[in-house]
């Protein structure tokens, strides 16, 4: 069975709790991603960082991104899959939790990321058909 290591991308950088939403930006535009795991000081998840969090919880709140914290928009215990379950436990959290990309531990280290992409890339059609329903419905 398919790993979230085999089919994730590696190497995923954190944007810190403490740095500015406006570094974050500028993380995200560097790497052209549309996300970013938050890491505290003590190199453990926080949670995630969207661009459409920045948008939404930021700018479309009148909030200065040079001042609030990326820590500030981490909201709960991320949700996270480890390094070595398969392919279904992917898809049963992606669904459960409507998120399009988890970040990928082993232990208490982030190894890399998984997303969307990455499981419509490895897995079979119905099973990508299926994860799509599930995102895309309330």
Same mark, same amino acid.
């Not at 990309?101 to 419509?120: K, M, W």
């Given at each position: 069975?398919?790993?979230?290591?085999?089919?994730?991308?590696?190497?995923?950088?954190?944007?810190?709790?403490?740095?500015?939403?406006?570094?974050?930006?500028?993380?995200?535009?560097?790497?052209?991603?549309?996300?970013?795991?938050?890491?505290?000081?003590?190199?453990?998840?926080?949670?995630? =960082?969207?661009?459409?969090?920045?948008?939404?919880? !930021?700018?479309? *709140?009148?909030? /200065? #991104?040079?001042?609030?914290?990326?820590?500030?928009?981490?909201?709960?215990?991320a949700v996270t899959i480890g390094a070595d379950d398969d392919a279904e436990e992917i898809l049963?959290?992606?669904?459960?939790?409507?998120?399009?990309?988890?970040?990928?531990?082993?232990?208490?280290? =982030?190894?890399?990321?998984?997303?969307?992409?990455? !499981?419509?890339? *490895?897995?079979? /059609? #119905?099973?990508?058909?299926?994860?799509?329903?599930?995102?895309?419905?309330?």
């Open positions: 069975m398919t790993t979230a290591r085999e089919i994730m991308t590696a190497g995923a950088e954190c944007v810190g709790a403490n740095e500015t939403v406006l570094d974050a930006a500028k993380k995200l535009t560097e790497l052209g991603v549309g996300a970013l795991p938050i890491c505290g000081t003590d190199e453990k998840l926080k949670g995630m =960082l969207t661009d459409r969090d920045i948008v939404v919880k !930021v700018l479309g *709140a009148g909030k /200065d #991104p040079a001042q609030v914290k990326a820590g500030d928009l981490a909201q709960g215990e049963r959290t992606m669904s459960e939790h409507k998120v399009r990309r988890l970040p990928v531990i082993d232990g208490h280290t =982030l190894v890399g990321i998984v997303a969307q992409a990455d !499981v419509a890339r *490895a897995l079979s /059609d #119905p099973q990508v058909g299926d994860l799509l329903q599930a995102l895309s419905t309330d």
